[in-house]
């Protein structure tokens, strides 16, 4: 079974940092690029970044840019983020996925609280 298990998230002061990971299992995830999403209480899904297997870095978001960054560790079949300067708008539910060769963001993860306090 293919599993994406996130962990990492919790609560934290505004400009505080939190570091979420990524563990899969039941695939290689090595040749797929990687991704975070969040989502908060009445948003839609936003695309938080992404990591392809190349090590290139992407960052749709603009909210993020230059606070969050994204890593991989292919030897422990894991991914992560860290967020830094976290403010008040960064809670959400955060989401891990892989992108396939064939198929986009195929697998999900079941997500995990970040709540940031003022």
């Known amino acids: 079974q293919v599993q994406l298990v996130e962990s990492g998230g919790g609560l934290v002061q505004a400009g505080g940092s939190l570091r979420l990971s990524c563990a899969a299992s039941?695939?290689?995830?090595?040749?797929?690029?990687m991704g975070w999403f969040r989502q908060a209480p009445g948003e839609e899904r936003e695309f938080v970044a992404a990591i392809t297997t190349s090590g290139s870095r992407l960052f749709p978001s603009d909210s993020v840019k230059g606070r969050f960054t994204i890593s991989r560790d292919n030897a422990k079949n894991t991914v992560y983020l860290q967020m830094n300067s976290l403010k008040p708008e960064d809670t959400a539910v955060y989401y891990c996925?892989?992108?396939?060769?064939?198929?986009?963001?195929?697998?999900w993860g079941q997500g995990t609280q970040v709540t940031v306090s003022s």
């Open positions: 996925a892989a992108d396939t060769a064939t198929t986009t963001w195929i697998y």
């Open positions: 039941g695939r290689t995830f090595s040749s797929d690029t």
